[in-house]
């Protein structure tokens, strides 16, 4: 099993650009979701899915979108990038309550 | 907002010191805990769970008093390989699901 595979590993992009961060799993977890961590912050959540076709926003939704087409798949799109939003990105799954694996994080800086 | 609260350190410690990290948190409603080990530029992974009557893996063991809304890593025997940074995490349910608060983390450095 691959676990979580996140592409791609690095981004930089120009502000008001938009962009999509890949995720995925092979473990048929139900539960994905989407962290930001910024140095002095820790992880803080912007958007989870606790199945297919069903999403929610967490602590810090603003700027992001997500979709759930599929169990294996939770994208994350990037609206109109800002410098704000330099972070490093890290996907997760699991089964509910259970542990969370985390996939090897994005780092993005948006100039 | 529901907070987890840790000394994010740096502790410092030679090899085979004893060394125990703490962690407070806000919501009593949190249901579990747990404590992830993040090694430089790489993804947080699950140490251990921590039960209310204290579990032990190895070298480390694990508290937690509701009471008084703390949780505690203890290491002993540390080794130059548990460098790394500590994350406190409580689960807890708001709605129908359960989410993860993670505290900031201590960061550990074993020296030789």
């Known amino acids: 099993n691959a676990g979580v595979t996140q592409t791609p590993k690095f981004q930089v992009l120009k502000t008001g650009q938009s962009m999509t961060l890949q995720c995925a799993q092979d473990m048929n977890h139900e539960y994905m979701s989407w962290y930001r961590q910024d140095p002095g912050m820790g992880l803080r959540l912007i958007h989870y899915?606790?199945?297919?076709?069903?999403?929610d926003q967490g602590e810090v939704p603003n700027g992001y979108n997500v979709s759930r087409s599929t169990t294996e798949d939770f994208p994350l799109r990037l609206l109109s990038a800002a410098p704000s939003q330099t972070s490093v990105y890290f996907c997760a799954s699991s089964s509910f309550a259970n542990e969370q694996f985390f996939g090897p994080g994005t780092r993005l800086t948006v100039l | 907002r529901k907070e987890v609260e840790q000394d994010p350190g740096p502790f410092n410690v030679p090899e085979g010191a004893t060394v125990a990290f703490n962690c407070t948190y806000s919501?009593?409603?949190?249901?579990?805990f747990f404590w992830y080990r993040q090694d430089c530029r790489k993804e947080p992974k699950l140490l251990m769970s921590?039960?209310?009557s204290g579990n032990e893996d190895g070298r480390f063991t694990a508290q937690l008093n509701r009471a008084s809304q703390y949780i505690s890593l203890l290491i002993r025997d540390s080794k130059l390989s548990d460098s790394a940074t500590y994350l406190c995490?409580?689960?807890?349910?708001?709605?129908?699901?359960?989410?993860?608060?993670f505290g900031k983390g201590t960061k550990l450095s074993v020296k030789p």
């Open positions: 899915s606790v199945g297919a076709g069903i999403t």
């Open positions: 919501n009593s409603a949190s249901q579990s």
């Open positions: 921590v039960y209310s």
């Open positions: 995490v409580a689960l807890y349910y708001g709605g129908s699901q359960g989410n993860l608060i």
